[in-house]
């Protein structure tokens, strides 16, 4: 079973700073995806950043990157030059090679910018 | 349609009633994918279509709960009997192909129940 663990029920930025949201995991399995989806009020989810676990390579979206930490199973995602958009609820989420269409979700983190 | 669509937005029913929750995914998209969130929690995995295959149907909490999908069609999610810790956004989303490992899923906006 996966089990996905996000530290920080509430964070907060300042406009055009930079934030860290944390993530950490539990798996047995070598081969897994990982995800951050943000969620705003309107309730959709949207997909922000994706790391295959076999590739060392951390991945980047334009001002979104994560460190992906796979020894110690953690899975941050640093937000630059935050935006007002960016305000939402993130959700980091794992799923296995196997049967990669199950997401398991951590409860998420709400996220604030200041103006 | 553009993406993917869910309806109703809201449905508060009584405890012990029936409820249909539909899903349009987006045309052309083989896979879909239903999702529970529960206040101040994440997502938990439903259920899982694959075109023409078998559904994995793992994540369903109890009989009460049942799901159809048409082909690569609507879904639609049926709670018989709601008890009041059915209360969620029920969230649905599809994708190209089967597995968020392939490709990104697209999320609708969920349909947000309430048992009273």
């Known amino acids: 079973a996966q089990t996905v663990t996000q530290s920080q029920p509430e964070m907060s930025v300042q406009e055009a700073e930079t934030v860290t949201l944390s993530c950490t995991y539990d798996t047995s399995e070598s081969d897994y995806y990982l995800f951050w989806y943000k969620q705003p009020p309107s309730r959709q989810m949207i997909l922000v950043i994706r790391q295959e676990a076999y590739k060392q390579q951390n991945a980047t979206e334009n001002r979104f990157s994560v460190n992906f930490q796979k020894a110690a199973k953690s899975f941050s995602l640093k937000i630059s030059d935050s935006q007002l958009g960016d305000a939402a609820m993130y959700f980091c989420?794992?799923?296995?090679?196997?049967?990669?269409?199950?997401?398991?979700f951590g409860k998420g983190t709400l996220l604030t910018v200041n103006p | 349609g553009a993406g993917v669509s869910q309806s109703p937005s809201n449905k508060v029913t009584e405890k012990g009633k029936d409820v249909e929750l539909r899903c349009d995914p987006i045309?052309?998209?083989?896979?879909l994918y239903w999702y529970r969130q529960r206040l101040g929690q994440g997502l938990e995995f439903l259920i899982y279509f694959q075109g023409n295959s078998a559904p994995d149907k793992s994540g369903l909490p109890s009989d009460r709960f049942s799901a159809e999908r048409t082909g690569e069609s609507v879904s639609t999610l049926t709670i018989q009997r709601t008890q009041q810790e059915d209360s969620a956004v029920y969230l649905c989303?599809?994708?190209?192909?089967?597995?968020?490992?392939?490709?990104?899923?697209?999320f609708g906006s969920g349909t947000r129940l309430t048992v009273v």
């Open positions: 045309s052309g998209h083989t896979a």
């Open positions: 989420a794992s799923s296995l090679a196997g049967s990669n269409y199950k997401l398991t």
């Open positions: 989303a599809s994708s190209l192909v089967g597995g968020a490992g392939q490709g990104p899923y697209f």
